[in-house]
């Protein structure tokens, strides 16, 4: 039987990376990338900006996917007027594409749509975001309900691999390189969600009935500066007593501060388990006091 034709937007980002490795297992995999070709590791890339809805639709229509993933976003810290254009019009110009061809779509979304006043938050919780990036998910995530009600999407929380290090402890490691201190906030709590447990959760989304919004997480709630220490000793960086503890609340009043998902619907729905960080290290048979390397 021919395998069904699945479409992954963003296949040269950090998630659809290794959620392209893993759907050609069982997809005939199409992917698109914005400015990093080379990136791309598996499935058929495809050059896409989500800037021009003209041609969002067209490669789309071209195609005519049974089944859409969409990862591609533009990342917090970027200019504001792009990162509404693009997560926000953008995932709305691939829900209506999707729409048109039949395909069921899997949107992912993330938890800096909440404020942090109010976790643990159900899947249903109304966003509440307070910077650009958390509204320019929010924007998307109605979008997509408005045009495309059938499909999935997925609030997820920082995204982790064991095989490639995250945006984020790259970037501690970059300060840490340039001996620089790093304040580290132990009153930011996230749900970091391994790359592999949010793969195999999109993926199987794609075969299941459902419409609306999820919550994907790992079970095990962290603070900021507890993910962070524990992601340097995974990659046996020696933070050179660099590390400080500090409050975002003291800096900032746009970061969401507790960020804790109920998970249960999606793993009942899915049949899955989402572990928590110190489960997938402890399956990766990872010991606590292994040698640093210097930076
Ligand atoms: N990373 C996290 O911790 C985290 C947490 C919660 C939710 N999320 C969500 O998870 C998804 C994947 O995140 P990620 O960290 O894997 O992102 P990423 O590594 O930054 O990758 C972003 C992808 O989007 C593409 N892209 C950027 N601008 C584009 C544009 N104008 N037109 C078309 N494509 C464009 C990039 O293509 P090029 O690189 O080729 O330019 C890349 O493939 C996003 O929806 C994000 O909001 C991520």
Known sequence: MKAKTLLISGGSGYLGR????RAIETFDVYTTYSTHPGQVQAGEPLPLRLLDRERVLRLITDLAPDTIIHTAAINPGSDEALMMQVNADGSCYVAEAALA???RLVHVSTDVVHNGRHAPYRDDAPPSPLNTYGRSKAAAEAAVARV???????RTSLIYGLEEMDRGTAGFVERLKNGQPLVLFNDVIRQPVWVETLSEALLKLTGVEFGGILNVGGRQALTREEFAHRML????VDPLGLLQSGRAADISH???????LLVSKAEQLLQMTFPGVDDVLAQANYHVGEPLQVL
């Open 254 to 260: 746009t970061i969401s501060l507790d960020l804790r």
């Open 101 to 103: 061809v039949g395909a």
């Open 148 to 154: 495309n009600p059938q499909a999935a999407m997925v």
């Open 18 to 21: 290794r959620l392209c490795a």
């Open 233 to 236: 000793a995974w990659w046996r």
